[in-house]
Every structure is written in C-alpha cells, then in structure tokens.
C-alpha cells in the first residue's frame, strides 16, 4: 500500500518562493516503478495537473507554472519536492501530490498531469499567496 503526505505549505507574499515536500512510503523511487506528479486546486476551479516526472526523471510542466516551478524526486529518502518560485496570488490553492504504478507497456519516460490516471493521492498541504 503506497501513502504520501504533503508538508511545506504556508503564506507568502507574492514575489517569493516555498518547497512542497511529499514523503512517500510504500514505494522506491529507485525501482523506477512510479510516475508523480502534483496537482492544485483553487476554491470553484477544477484540480489542475502543474507537474509530473517520469520512472526516469522526465518532467513536465503546465504552461502556468513552466519556468516558476521545478518537480524533483530524492531517492535518497522517496521524498517528491515542488520547488515554487516567483509565486503569484493566482498560485493560491490546495496543492496534492499523486502517485501511479506504471503498466508493463508504460515507458520509464512517460509521465502524466492527468488526474484520472491516479489512483494514490495525499491529503493536500494548502498555499497562499498574498499580493
């Protein structure tokens, strides 16, 4: 059974940065058997997909957050991070991170920002951002 949990949130001004951490257990980022990624949602607005890296490092990003943001994954310790910089009040949401198996036809280097493809997902750590 996979668990993560979300940590880092807070409340910044806009112009300044946070790092989102999401501890996972019950996987190895080293097996290279899992893509992750994170996900936001605003109060009324749809959960968006911002990030996601590949089995093998891959990333990919909204167009949204591209530049601002960096996805990382520390197989030292099975920690995924979301580096945010240059944050804008736009930015305020809940943040989630999501966990998926890859399939035996799915390549190390696909990821995916698509909700539906998850099926493990943490709790959310919420961030906000003041102008």
């Known amino acids: 059974q996979v668990y993560l949990a979300e940590s880092g949130g807070g409340s910044v001004q806009a112009g300044g940065s946070l790092r989102l951490a999401c501890r996972a257990s019950g996987l190895t980022y080293r097996d290279r058997e899992y893509y992750m990624a994170w996900f936001r949602q605003a109060p009324g607005k749809e959960r968006e997909g911002i990030a996601c890296i590949a089995a093998d490092g891959t990333t990919n990003y909204a167009d949204s957050v591209q530049g601002r943001f960096t996805i990382h994954q520390d197989n030292a310790d099975d920690t995924l991070y979301l580096q945010l910089d240059r944050l804008k009040p736009e930015d305020t949401a809940m943040y989630y991170c999501?966990?998926?198996?890859?399939?035996?036809?799915?390549?190390?280097?696909?990821?995916?920002?698509?909700?539906?493809?998850?099926?493990?997902w943490g709790q959310g750590t919420q961030v906000t951002v003041s102008s």
């Open positions: 999501a966990a998926q198996r890859r399939s035996p036809v799915t390549s190390v280097w696909f990821c995916s920002r698509a909700s539906s493809r998850f099926q493990t």
